[in-house]
T-cell receptor, first 112, second 110 residues
Framework: SQTIHQWPATLVQPVGSPLSLECTVEGTSNPNLYWYRQAAGRGLQLLFYSVGIGQISSEVPQNLSASRPQDRQFILSSKKLLLSDSGFYLC???????????FGDGTRLSIL | SQQGEEDPQALSIQEGENATMNCSYKTSINNLQWYRQNSGRGLVHLILIRSNEREKHSGRLRVTLDTSKKSSSLLITASRAADTASYFCATTFEDYKLSFGAGTTVTVRA
């Protein structure tokens, strides 16, 4: 069966520090991968998605970047965090764009 | 941008009662999906209904879709405390990316 792992679960970082959040999927190949951010009490905002290794599409201009160095690995990064980067970050995968997405347990990021 | 809009924003019901929440969207869709999110966790997929389908069932869940009104409803029958969660609708269109609403928070009282 397929599983998705996302870590860390919580992270507290100072303003201006770098960020690296990692997401890996097991049990499937060539999945679509997604990074979302969720503000408190709100829905999900799509940040990045990828349909293959090295293929990244950005949905909103921001202080973040994403990379897909391996088929089942998706990384969210920042060189210098801003206060506005605080939030709940979720990684997800799907077999293709028209199928259900499967989510990791998220990373709660707090910027001080 | 968020296309789906859930209504109501919050719902409090007694255990054993039914819970109904609605979702409205603005553009044509390929499919509409419902997800559940327990506090502080990731989303769990519940049901996918295609644009040419009108109703779907899964256990105690019933989803309807009215494309003429651009709306969908999720009914949870005989609710349990474990159904306490936020429920989101999400739509896909030509680009197959999910567009989420802000969600309905359901509280089931024992």
């Amino acid at each position: 069966s397929q599983t998705i792992h996302q870590w860390p679960a919580t992270l507290v970082q100072p303003v201006g520090s770098p960020l690296s959040l990692e997401c890996t999927v097991e049990g499937t190949s060539n999945p679509n991968l997604y990074w979302y951010r969720q503000a408190a009490g709100r829905g999900l905002q799509l940040l990045f998605y990828s349909v293959g290794i090295g293929q990244i599409s950005s949905e909103v201009p921001q202080n973040l970047s994403a990379s897909r160095p391996q088929d089942r690995q998706f990384i969210l990064s920042s060189k210098k965090l801003l206060l506005s980067d605080s939030g709940f970050y979720l990684c997800a995968w799907s077999n293709n764009g028209n199928q259900p997405q499967h989510f990791g347990d998220g990373t709660r990021l707090s910027i001080l | 941008s968020q296309q789906g809009e859930e209504d109501p924003q919050a719902l409090s019901i007694q255990e054993g009662e039914n819970a109904t929440m609605n979702c409205s969207y603005k553009t044509s869709i390929n499919n509409l999906q419902w997800y559940r999110q327990n506090s502080g966790r990731g989303l769990v997929h519940l049901i996918l209904i295609r644009s040419n389908e009108r109703e779907k069932h899964s256990g105690r869940l019933r989803v309807t879709l009215d494309t003429s009104k651009k709306s969908s409803s999720l009914l949870i029958t005989a609710s349990r405390a474990a159904d306490t969660a936020s429920y989101f609708c999400a739509t896909t269109f030509e680009d197959y990316k999910l567009s989420f609403g802000a969600g309905t928070t359901v509280t089931v009282r024992a």
